[in-house]
């Protein structure tokens, strides 16, 4: 009697249990079938911009932009109409003697309010002429990682060449986002610039993060827009 009883009790135990796993299987799949259909923003470190084409063609109709030409140095690009681009900026960050004129393109201020963004984040294009090879090593002193590649896109019709960086100190965060492309005569970077401060160092509710993903929609609208002019 005892082991039947033992075998009964066994036998009521597995008809909850096993309904309980098969369950907690198909919720599972369910969430992994999602998460395999969502495209990432970032793919394999090259922004991804088939997820953010509708956005951007909106923003146009919208008229939410301006067209910005450097005749000085034979490219155009757009920008959001409510900053003040800066074509007197200095790119310094090769180091002493090897400063380059620039273009610099501030963040909106929305990206900034109560968040942990630093109002020097934004979009810079730079233009090097003479090099031998037009890739963002040359627009950088940040050496890739062992095992690393560059990276390849195609961005309407133009091939280029892409690359991270990260650095931090003292509670801030630094992070590059290089875009090269080029002809025979020139080599030209678009490069995303975000510095933030560590969100911790500040009391409880006063700051929120920064919006990365509506920073990177407005990075990759304007990679889309640029062009090079004759």
């Known amino acids: ?27 599972f799949m369910v969430v992994v079938f999602t998460m395999l259909r969502r495209p990432p923003l ?13 956005t951007s063609s909106a923003q146009s109709v919208n008229k939410e932009w301006e067209s910005y030409t450097s005749t000085n140095y034979g490219w155009n690009i757009d920008y959001p109409k409510e900053v003040t681009p800066n074509d007197h900026y200095v790119y310094e960050g090769l180091g002493d003697g090897k400063a380059l004129p620039a273009v610099a ?6 990206f900034y309010q109560g968040t942990n963004l630093s109002d ?13 090879t037009c890739t963002p090593l040359a627009f950088t002193l ?10 390849h896109t195609t961005i309407n019709s133009m091939l280029w060449t892409m690359m991270k960086t990260h650095d931090a100190g003292a509670g801030n965060f630094y992070e590059e986002t290089l875009y090269t492309t080029g002809n025979t005569h020139a080599c030209y970077n ?13 009391p409880t509710g006063t700051i ?7 920073i ?15």
């Open 1 to 27: 009697m005892l082991s039947s009883f033992c075998y009964n009790d066994d036998m009521k135990k597995n008809a909850y249990t096993i309904p309980l796993f098969v369950g907690i299987a198909i919720v």
């Open 42 to 54: 970032v793919s394999q470190g090259v922004i991804n911009t088939h997820i953010l084409e509708s």
């Open 105 to 110: 393109f501030p963040l909106p201020q929305k």
């Open 120 to 132: 020097n984040s934004g979009v810079i294009v730079i233009r090097k002429d003479n090099i031998a």
């Open 142 to 151: 940040f050496n890739l990682d062992p095992g690393v590649p560059l990276q």
């Open 190 to 202: 678009v490069r995303l610039f975000v510095h933030t401060t560590n969100i911790e160092n500040y």
């Open 208 to 214: 929120t993060p920064f919006d990365r993903s509506g």
């Open 216 to 230: 990177e929609a407005l990075f990759v609208h304007m990679l889309q827009s640029f062009s090079i002019t004759p």
